[in-house]
């Protein structure tokens, strides 16, 4: 069966039709982190994509901690920029015991310059413990609205028998017209320990 719209047929018997625009995800930067304070792209934010997408694979913390990202806008001198924001999540213990779905206040900004954090209470420092998950900021390089993200992490918390397993939503937006060129990662305390964040453009 066919998907016709507007009288054009757009996807046929599993085929999608050579004139619709179906968009592509670009891998534009790759970095490793080797116990390295803040992970900082710095490059190739740029009006050429309306999103851009951040892979965090395998990020193992030195020191039980958040992990946390901000912006800089073109021309500034800092990962410093307003934000309003919003992050709940659910965990569930190892043992099968404390299912919780909560939003956290703590983890939240209104007009903050801080940078923000996008993992739940510490992920674990134990050596089979490590988080992942995505990033999505849209628009970067638009100079007339503000500049939204949305995220979604895996991450563990604690150790042993307390391990929790937590899945963690944030979204907000940066609060400035003026166009974001610069994203920062790091944990709340500790290095980047290792791990691989990948950053791809959606066209």
Known sequence: MGVISNGTTLLDAGALD???ASGSMTLLSTATASSSATIDFTSGISSTYKEYVFKFIDIHPSAGANFNFQGNAAGGSG???????????AYHKEDGSDPTLMYNTGRDQAQGTGYQSISADGTGTDA?????????????SNTTFVKHYISRISNPNGSGSTTYMCDCHSAGYFNTTTAIDEISFKFTSGNIDSGTIKM???K
């Open 18 to 20: 050579s004139g619709v």
């Open 79 to 89: 990962f410093n920029e307003a934000m309003t924001t919003t992050f709940f999540y």
């Open 128 to 140: 089979d413990q490590c988080l992942s998950g995505t990033l999505h900021l849209f628009d970067p």
């Open 200 to 202: 791809y453009g959606i």
